[in-house]
Nanobody
Framework: LVQLVESGGGSVQAGGSLRLSCAAS??????MAWFRQAPGKEREGVAV????????SYADSVKGRFTISQDIAKYTVYLQMDSLKPEDTARYYC????????????WGQGTQVTVSS
Protein backbone atom coordinates (compact mmCIF):
# COMPACT_ATOMS: atom_id res chain seq x y z
CA LEU A 1 0.00 0.00 0.00
CA VAL A 2 1.45 3.32 -1.09
CA GLN A 3 0.74 6.20 1.21
CA LEU A 4 1.81 9.82 1.13
CA VAL A 5 1.18 11.62 4.39
CA GLU A 6 1.52 15.38 4.59
CA SER A 7 1.97 17.37 7.77
CA GLY A 8 2.99 20.84 8.85
CA GLY A 9 0.18 23.03 7.60
CA GLY A 10 -1.38 25.72 9.72
CA SER A 11 -2.18 29.40 10.01
CA VAL A 12 0.42 32.15 9.96
CA GLN A 13 0.56 35.87 9.39
CA ALA A 14 1.97 37.32 6.21
CA GLY A 15 5.75 37.24 6.25
CA GLY A 16 5.82 34.12 8.37
CA SER A 17 7.12 30.64 7.63
CA LEU A 18 5.88 27.08 7.60
CA ARG A 19 7.49 23.78 6.72
CA LEU A 20 5.45 21.03 5.15
CA SER A 21 6.52 17.39 5.20
CA CYS A 22 5.46 14.50 3.00
CA ALA A 23 6.39 11.00 4.05
CA ALA A 24 6.13 8.22 1.49
CA SER A 25 5.53 4.74 2.86
CA UNK A 26 5.73 1.60 0.79
CA UNK A 27 7.10 3.55 -2.13
CA UNK A 28 10.41 4.68 -3.57
CA UNK A 29 9.70 7.70 -5.72
CA UNK A 30 11.68 9.14 -8.60
CA UNK A 31 9.97 12.52 -8.51
CA MET A 32 7.94 14.15 -5.79
CA ALA A 33 6.11 17.42 -6.11
CA TRP A 34 4.01 19.85 -4.16
CA PHE A 35 0.80 21.23 -5.60
CA ARG A 36 -1.72 23.63 -4.14
CA GLN A 37 -5.32 24.48 -4.75
CA ALA A 38 -7.22 27.45 -3.44
CA PRO A 39 -11.03 27.60 -3.42
CA GLY A 40 -12.34 28.43 -6.86
CA LYS A 41 -8.94 28.14 -8.47
CA GLU A 42 -7.20 25.48 -10.52
CA ARG A 43 -4.59 23.25 -8.98
CA GLU A 44 -1.12 24.76 -9.31
CA GLY A 45 2.23 23.01 -9.34
CA VAL A 46 4.48 24.60 -6.73
CA ALA A 47 7.76 22.68 -6.70
CA VAL A 48 9.25 19.36 -7.76
CA UNK A 49 12.34 17.44 -6.72
CA UNK A 50 14.11 14.62 -8.51
CA UNK A 51 15.22 11.87 -6.14
CA UNK A 52 18.34 11.11 -8.16
CA UNK A 53 20.58 14.13 -8.05
CA UNK A 54 18.19 16.34 -6.13
CA UNK A 55 17.38 18.74 -8.96
CA UNK A 56 14.52 21.07 -8.20
CA SER A 57 12.09 23.28 -10.05
CA TYR A 58 9.69 25.95 -8.82
CA ALA A 59 6.69 27.88 -9.97
CA ASP A 60 7.50 31.52 -10.64
CA SER A 61 5.05 32.54 -7.92
CA VAL A 62 7.15 30.91 -5.19
CA LYS A 63 10.72 31.22 -6.49
CA GLY A 64 13.02 32.68 -3.89
CA ARG A 65 10.53 32.07 -1.07
CA PHE A 66 9.92 28.30 -1.08
CA THR A 67 12.51 25.53 -0.92
CA ILE A 68 11.86 21.87 -1.65
CA SER A 69 14.25 19.32 -0.18
CA GLN A 70 14.38 15.64 0.60
CA ASP A 71 15.67 13.13 3.11
CA ILE A 72 16.10 10.09 0.93
CA ALA A 73 16.75 7.73 3.82
CA LYS A 74 13.39 8.72 5.32
CA TYR A 75 11.54 8.84 1.98
CA THR A 76 10.42 12.29 3.03
CA VAL A 77 10.18 15.51 1.09
CA TYR A 78 9.88 18.94 2.66
CA LEU A 79 8.60 22.29 1.51
CA GLN A 80 10.03 25.21 3.44
CA MET A 81 7.82 28.22 2.88
CA ASP A 82 9.18 31.62 3.86
CA SER A 83 7.89 35.15 3.36
CA LEU A 84 4.40 33.78 3.08
CA LYS A 85 1.74 35.91 1.43
CA PRO A 86 -2.06 35.79 1.73
CA GLU A 87 -2.18 34.53 -1.85
CA ASP A 88 -0.28 31.42 -0.73
CA THR A 89 -3.40 30.35 1.16
CA ALA A 90 -4.46 26.98 -0.24
CA ARG A 91 -4.60 23.29 0.44
CA TYR A 92 -1.21 21.82 -0.33
CA TYR A 93 -0.81 18.31 -1.70
CA CYS A 94 2.27 16.20 -2.27
CA UNK A 95 2.42 13.82 -5.19
CA UNK A 96 4.87 11.16 -6.25
CA UNK A 97 5.66 8.93 -9.19
CA UNK A 98 8.28 6.51 -10.41
CA UNK A 99 8.59 8.51 -13.60
CA UNK A 100 9.38 12.19 -13.92
CA UNK A 101 7.08 12.95 -16.81
CA UNK A 102 4.81 15.45 -15.12
CA UNK A 103 2.11 12.95 -14.19
CA UNK A 104 1.78 11.67 -10.65
CA UNK A 105 0.16 8.38 -9.69
CA UNK A 106 0.13 8.89 -5.96
CA TRP A 107 -1.27 11.78 -3.95
CA GLY A 108 -1.51 12.72 -0.31
CA GLN A 109 -4.64 13.91 1.42
CA GLY A 110 -3.49 17.51 1.60
CA THR A 111 -2.75 19.96 4.37
CA GLN A 112 -4.24 23.42 4.74
CA VAL A 113 -2.08 26.54 4.76
CA THR A 114 -3.74 29.82 5.67
CA VAL A 115 -1.87 33.12 5.54
CA SER A 116 -3.54 36.17 7.04
CA SER A 117 -2.68 39.76 6.21
Amino acid sequence: LVQLVESGGGSVQAGGSLRLSCAASGYSYSCMAWFRQAPGKEREGVAVIYRGGGSTSYADSVKGRFTISQDIAKYTVYLQMDSLKPEDTARYYCAADLRCGGQYAYWGQGTQVTVSS
